[in-house]
């Protein structure tokens, strides 16, 4: 259902487009995604085939959050022209099909489908983000070869297509480890990471949200149902550089957004652990919050500013605009992982699953580097109560779009018991 | 009752936080203040009031709270010393509404009957400390926090680490303490688990050489004392190795215990020599403090049923004390408007209250017979004299040493010729006088009265770690 929703609206409107004033367009698209999101919710917890297409609990969980940041997104952007409300859209879709299926081929289709239009999201404010969107082009076809690869020597290995199916044998292995390269690039695991900061920093801010929430949660499901079954221990390799590389890289930044990029990969660090140590829950609640934090902070920076934010203009924020402030503060806390916010639970769940399968020595890894992530969490969060003039022009809405937020983080930190069920269910 | 009590403060002080005036404040740290005595009264012993709710099941992790004699020990001088802040420090709504938040997280702390709760609110209690400095420090707050939070973080993370460690490796099916207790951690990994909780609750404490977030914390907080007196109380740590890193890890503490013993001994002494070369009255508050939570440890750490005894009385009675002392310092600082030492003098003419409630919380403080320092110390002493006598000779020289630092600092500033007059106590004041003095004396004077509830949890301490029979 919500692929047929996604896709009806995806064709109509690329035909409307043409015709309908933008701002009746964008509000086409918000109420494609959220009919979308809707569907999500009234079919929840019944799963639904169709050939590859599978729409079960994993496709459920992460497309909702896929949906989500999307649906930030658009509500963020204010520009004249309707293709880039249809991109969003379009990568929607693709997101969606990359959750909901187990066939490699099709996984691919789905890949490239939410790749392209983030391509030329990329660009969007022409110049500046050129080299950003050409750099993230190459290193995603790149990924898209890889996994290209790994598909046709998974085939080789086990005559199956589907991800998933058990096999053995030094072919298996070198498959599985070039379709966890080609969607550790999207996941942006180091050290397939490096386009990352680049590109964070160099697209404009509301699209840096969606690439940060929304491709990481379809990615993860893909990477869930590729590497769960036996996760591959090459994937301990990737997770112990992630959290050692995104940490300590992001101490240095001064630039608001670059810092929140390294961090990424960081985070990509904690859910890999989550996927490797076997728990879906887990690992949908970790991206959960995730979601909520990084786009939190993402759609506060997209109000000062959709270019670079270096640390010194926040100073001051929460004296001009207290609501937006205090945001950022607990969206830096909740990343952080301090209670009672969200990203507490999210972490502890993490690090709870890694103690139970024995995994001390990844354990204690994400700690220390949880420990050093304080410091620039806290540069971030601390500096909107310095003094300076922050310009901050933010539209009501969201404004209470993130005041929402901040205060979901709070409560889902307080009764994490009430969703958690949900996320087990569904 | 337990939740009443610790959702009290929370509430009043949420709603403080967005706008409730100022008064009602103050009327609801009395009320929270007068429930605490009443509970502390009416607590049978035992583990009373317990209460359990699932926060994450499926996780073995549930809001369950109890009040055996030590949480209601604490409760009372945690909401008595909120409510005295609030009788005295000038300070807005919104600031004391951070500091009764404060105080219901860390009734929720010493409530907490499941590990992961502890920890939950060992971890929130952070954020009201650190909106305090934030909005209301000096200069170099920003320097402070840093401090602060690093090195509070790099003890919970390995603290956290200790958690999961502790139920995965002793198999306890949740986080409950009755069931970790059953389960304790045997072997070799006993140790680490303690040193988990040992890093953390060290730097709470602090014992040296991890003291360092706590000078730069006190000097760049608000001047009314209001935070520094919570900051006091939010000394948690020697209550939580009582409670939690030994009882869990016995085994592990055995084998570190002369090292805690030695570092114990050591922050006394050290405290004591930095507070009385310290110049102005939050350095010597700081660090007496220090050397205070020094001496406690050394009594937890002794292993001894008189010792913990002494070592816990002695933690909540300076609770009461540093943090009444923090609060007249701020009263202090709003007459002359200075903390340091030197300009003060001669202030017992133009004002004897003042002058004789700082001798009273001096002399409670150095542990004169008679006043609630003194229960502590002796107990605390005789205990540590059993397990080490070397070092139970080195921790008493720092009460030697009290007694010069405070005296000192008193007699500067009481004393001898002073430049100008200043206003005595007033209004409320002398309430504050009064509550503080009457506290002093009742701990000071009937301490078998507070220790009642307390002995049991010290025998059953001292079984865990092998003694008794």
Redesign the interface.
Request: aromatic letters at 10%.
């Given at each position: 259902m919500t692929l047929l929703i996604l896709a009806f609206f995806s064709v109509t409107l690329t035909l409307l487009g043409f015709f309908v004033p933008v701002p009746l367009f964008k509000r086409l698209v918000i109420l494609g995604l959220s009919l979308g999101l809707l569907s999500l919710l009234v079919g929840w917890g019944r799963p639904f085939a169709f050939g590859p297409y599978q729409a079960d609990p994993v496709s459920q969980a992460f497309t909702l959050l896929a949906l989500l940041g999307a649906l930030w997104t658009v509500g963020l952007v204010r520009t004249g022209r309707f293709e880039f409300y249809l991109l969003v859209l379009y990568a929607a879709l693709g997101m969606h099909l990359l959750a909901s299926t187990r066939h490699l081929v099709l996984m691919l289709v789905a890949l490239e489908a939410l790749s392209l239009p983030l391509y030329a999201l990329a660009t969007w404010r022409r110049g500046q983000g050129l080299e950003a969107a050409l750099k993230y082009f190459l290193l995603g076809a790149l990924a898209a070869a890889f996994f290209l690869y790994g598909a046709a020597l998974h085939y080789g290995a086990t005559g199956s297509f589907l991800a998933g199916t058990p096999g053995e044998g030094p072919l298996y292995a070198l498959a599985l480890g070039l379709l966890l390269v080609g969607l550790g690039f999207k996941v942006a695991l180091a050290p397939f990471h490096f386009w990352t900061p680049d590109v964070y920093q160099g697209s404009p801010t509301p699209v840096v949200l969606f690439m940060a929430t929304s491709v990481k949660a379809a990615a993860f499901a893909a990477l869930l149902r590729v590497a769960a079954p036996g996760a591959p221990d090459a994937l301990a390799l990737l997770i112990a550089f992630s959290v050692v590389l995104g940490n300590l890289a992001a101490l240095s930044q001064k630039e608001a957004k670059r810092l929140l990029a390294y961090s990424s990969i960081a985070h990509a660090g904690y859910m890999a652990l989550a996927l490797y140590t076997g728990n879906a829950q887990a690992l949908g609640f970790y991206l959960l919050t995730y979601v909520l934090g990084t786009g939190l902070a993402f759609a506060v920076l997209s109000e000062i500013s959709p270019d670079r934010v270096p640390l010194e203009r926040l100073r001051g924020l929460f004296h001009r605009d207290p609501l937006l402030g205090l945001a950022l503060f607990l969206s830096a806390l909740s990343l952080l992982g301090l209670p009672p916010l969200a990203g507490f639970w999210g972490k502890y769940l993490v690090f709870a699953e890694a103690a139970k399968a024995g995994q001390w020595g990844l354990l204690v890894l994400a700690l220390l580097t949880s420990a050093i992530s304080a410091y620039y969490y806290l540069a971030l969060g601390l500096s909107v109560f310095g003094r300076g003039e922050a310009e901050a022009r933010p539209k009501p809405l969201a404004r209470s779009v993130a005041l929402l937020v901040a205060l979901f983080l709070l409560l889902l930190g307080l009764f994490p018991g009430a969703l958690l069920p949900a996320l087990a269910a569904g | 009752m337990v939740i009443a009590a610790i959702l009290l403060p929370i509430l009043v002080g949420t709603l403080l936080l967005v706008g409730l005036p100022r008064g009602l404040g103050v009327l609801g740290a009395g009320l929270s203040f007068l429930l605490n005595l009443y509970l502390f009264l009416a607590h049978p012993g035992g583990v009373a009031h317990a209460v359990q709710a699932?926060?994450?099941?499926?996780?073995g992790i549930y809001w369950a709270f109890g009040l055996d004699g030590l949480s209601a020990l604490f409760f009372l001088t945690v909401a008595l010393t909120v409510f005295l802040g609030a009788l005295v420090a000038r300070v807005e709504g919104r600031f004391l509404g951070l500091a009764l938040l404060m105080e219901g997280l860390l009734l929720g702390l010493f409530a907490a009957r499941d590990l992961?709760v502890f920890?939950?609110f060992f971890?929130?209690a952070?954020?009201p400390a650190l909106l305090m400095l934030?909005?209301y420090g000096g200069e170099g707050r920003?320097r402070a926090?840093?401090t602060f939070?690093?090195f509070t973080?790099?003890g919970s993370?390995?603290m956290?680490?200790a958690i999961?460690?502790a139920?995965?490796l002793g198999g306890s099916p949740s986080f409950l303490l009755e069931d970790l207790l059953a389960h304790p951690v045997k072997g070799g990994a006993a140790l680490w688990v303690f040193l988990g909780f040992a890093l953390a609750f060290a730097i709470k404490t602090p014992l040296f050489p991890l003291h360092a977030w706590l000078p730069p914390f006190h000097q760049e907080n608000h001047p009314s004392g209001l935070a520094d007196a919570l900051g006091t109380l939010y000394k948690v740590g020697v209550f939580a190795f009582f409670r939690f890193a030994i009882p869990l890890a016995p085994e592990g503490f055995q084998e570190v215990q002369g090292l805690l013993l030695l570092l114990a001994a050591l922050s006394a002494l050290y405290g004591a020599w930095l507070a009385f070369a310290a110049r102005d009255f939050k350095t010597l508050l700081a660090y007496a403090g220090l050397s205070h939570m020094g001496v406690a440890a050394l009594g937890v750490f002794s292993g001894t049923e008189e010792g913990a005894l002494g070592g816990l009385y002695l933690l909540a009675a300076s609770g009461v004390y540093t943090g009444a002392l923090f609060l007249l310092a701020g009263r202090l600082h709003e007459r002359v408007g200075t903390l340091e030492i030197g300009p003060y003098r001669g202030l017992a003419q133009s004002a004897p209250g003042m002058a004789a409630l700082a001798l009273f919380l001096f002399l409670a403080m150095v542990g004169l017979p008679g006043l609630s320092g003194f229960p502590g110390e002796l107990l605390t002493l005789l205990g540590a004299y059993k397990a080490s006598p070397w070092l139970a000779a080195l921790a008493f020289l720092s009460v030697v040493a009290s007694v010069a630092y405070a005296l000192t600092a008193f007699q500067k500033t009481f004393w001898e010729e002073g430049p100008r007059p200043v206003e005595d106590l007033r209004g409320a004041e002398w309430g504050f006088a009064a509550l503080a003095v009457a506290t002093l004396l009742v701990m000071g004077l009937f301490p078998g009265f507070f220790l009642k509830g307390l002995r049991p949890l010290a025998e059953a301490f001292f079984r865990t770690l092998g003694g008794g029979a």
């Open positions: - | 699932p926060l994450l099941p499926q996780a992961l920890y939950l971890e929130a952070l954020l934030l909005f920003v926090l840093y939070l690093l973080l790099a993370l390995p956290l680490a999961l460690a139920k995965a």
